[in-house]
């Protein structure tokens, strides 16, 4: 079993920066693929970024490619999500998950997530 705590979520303003992490609880962090997704009222929780398990490949969601790097250390057992550039349209909770796997893109894939945390970007 897998715990994930989120956080660094917050009130920003459109053009600055946030830089989330999450720690995984357990000894196997580096076993875990990881991967970031996010979720506004009333759609579907879609996919951001994933980073495999030793950090080797990173996948991004279009809407995330050139502002958003996802990053992790296994030695401190957390993983990141930078997000530089902000837009108003980034404002949504953000989920952290592990997927027991090299690699994964599929939200089907993650078998452990964490409680999320909101991000607010006012323009």
């Known amino acids: 079993q897998v715990q994930l705590v989120e956080s660094g979520g917050g009130l920003a303003q459109a053009g600055g920066s946030l830089k989330l992490s999450c720690a995984p609880s357990g000894r196997t962090f580096s076993t875990y693929a990881m991967g970031w997704f996010r979720q506004v009222p009333g759609k579907e929780r879609e996919f951001v970024a994933a980073i495999s398990r030793a950090g080797l490949t990173t996948d991004y969601a279009d809407s995330a490619k050139g502002r958003f790097t996802i990053s992790r250390d296994n030695f401190k057992n957390t993983v990141y999500l930078q997000i530089n550039s902000l837009k108003p349209e980034d404002t949504a909770v953000y989920y952290c998950?592990?997927?027991?796997?090299?690699?994964?893109?599929?939200?089907?894939?993650?078998?452990?997530w964490g409680q999320g945390t909101q991000v607010t970007v006012s323009s």
């Open positions: 998950a592990a997927a027991n796997r090299r690699r994964a893109t599929r939200i089907i894939e993650y078998e452990f």
